[in-house]
């Protein structure tokens, strides 16, 4: 069975788990969060019960047909499985958000970040894994105009960001055991690979291209 197929089924699971709450949960569920893991966010039963499906089917529909149009869309068949892995786990990690929902809908006490942090951290890593595997194009990976203007750039931005990602990942992880920083041990490290890997490409750039 392919990826996308097991996304699907993941897309459709979840609308059936909403139809089949829908008699039994509350008027109001759960839908936000905040930094400390605390409900402070609510919407009716329907929007609660069936926006995240809704929007797990919409990325799903960009992630599929959105790359058809990259002027560099055969690049994207070089890493086809990654690419696919990537929608996969990314609606894996929506499904896993909409679960949390409705138990907290039905009573079940627990810290939201403390709960995401091991999602979180699955996600920044095979995302890693992704981007050491990706080649230029314009819809996944570290687009910088420096990374999306030179191969060399592209490859060596890709292969470092890779690396920190995962690394980020690791850390994430770390926020099911620590429930007072988990958010900064999500946030923070992403962040700054995040920022790292745009410089890191600029220098990367200057350096091919000096005296040009």
Do not use: C
């Amino acid at each position: 069975m392919k990826a996308n197929d097991i996304s699907l089924g993941i897309i459709l699971f979840s609308f059936i788990i909403g139809a089949f709450a829908y008699s039994y949960a509350p008027d109001i569920i759960p839908t936000h969060w905040n930094a400390q893991g605390e409900i402070d966010g609510y919407m009716d039963k329907f929007w609660g019960l069936f926006l995240l499906p809704i929007i797990s089917f919409g990325l799903f529909a960009l992630f599929v047909y959105v790359p058809k149009y990259d002027p560099r869309k055969k690049n994207l068949e070089l890493f086809k499985d990654y690419y696919q892995g990537i929608i996969l786990v990314t609606i894996g990690f929506l499904f896993y958000i909409y679960i949390l929902s409705i138990m907290a809908a039905f009573g079940y006490k627990f810290n939201m970040v403390q709960m995401m942090s091991p999602a979180f951290g699955g996600l920044f890593y095979y995302m890693g894994t992704a981007l050491e595997k990706t080649k230029s194009n314009f819809f996944v990976g570290i687009r910088t105009p420096w990374t999306i203007s030179d191969e060399t750039v592209w490859e060596k931005t890709h292969k470092i960001g890779g690396t920190l990602f995962k690394a980020s990942g690791v850390i994430a992880v770390f926020g099911a055991f620590f429930k007072e920083i988990a958010i900064m041990l999500i946030i923070a490290p992403i962040l700054a690979v995040s920022v790292f890997s745009i410089v890191y490409s600029y220098l990367e750039y200057k350096k091919i291209h000096k005296g040009e």
